[in-house]
């Protein structure tokens, strides 16, 4: 991005900040002001940011939750340890053995560099990656439905 076009950018989004904020000040005027301040400040900017965040997190929890006591009759599921999830992302991406046991998390962060190891290449009717061959599936249709019904709302 070239530096006018990132200062026009920036400007177009505080003034879209701005306006947001000011269309939301008549249902909760406290927050509207704390934003404003925010976007002069940049501390008070990340604290605003930072608290968004911990909402976020503490939403994702509880439906996290909620979901694992709907499937829990049919299905265990439970909520893994940052090393866990990524072994179980790891073990979904890379087939050979090898590669899943030396496997651990080094940083919280670059999950998309560290995940995969294994080359995959594609050929008119299959897939092959490392030495394993895959087929995918596809459906000719989509479904009329998807269940359970929180698939069908993405932002639940």
Known sequence: ????????????????????????????????????RA?????????????EITRVQRLL??????FILQVKDFMPAEILDKNRA?????RLLNFSPLKIECAHLKHDTFLDFYLPESPIECYRG????DDY?????????????????????GSQ
């Open 1 to 36: 991005m070239k530096p006018a076009h990132f200062h026009t950018w920036v400007a177009s989004t505080a003034h879209k900040a701005i306006l947001a904020t000011l269309a939301q000040a008549g249902r909760s005027p406290r927050q509207a002001w704390q934003e404003i």
């Open 126 to 129: 299959f897939l092959r990656l």
């Open 39 to 51: 976007l002069v400040s940049t501390r008070r900017q990340v604290v605003l940011m930072d608290d």
């Open 61 to 66: 929890v509880q439906r996290s939750e909620n």
């Open 133 to 153: 061959y895959l087929k995918t599936l596809t459906l000719s249709e989509p479904s009329a439905a998807s269940f359970p019904p929180c698939i069908a709302d």
């Open 86 to 90: 990524f072994r179980v992302l790891k």
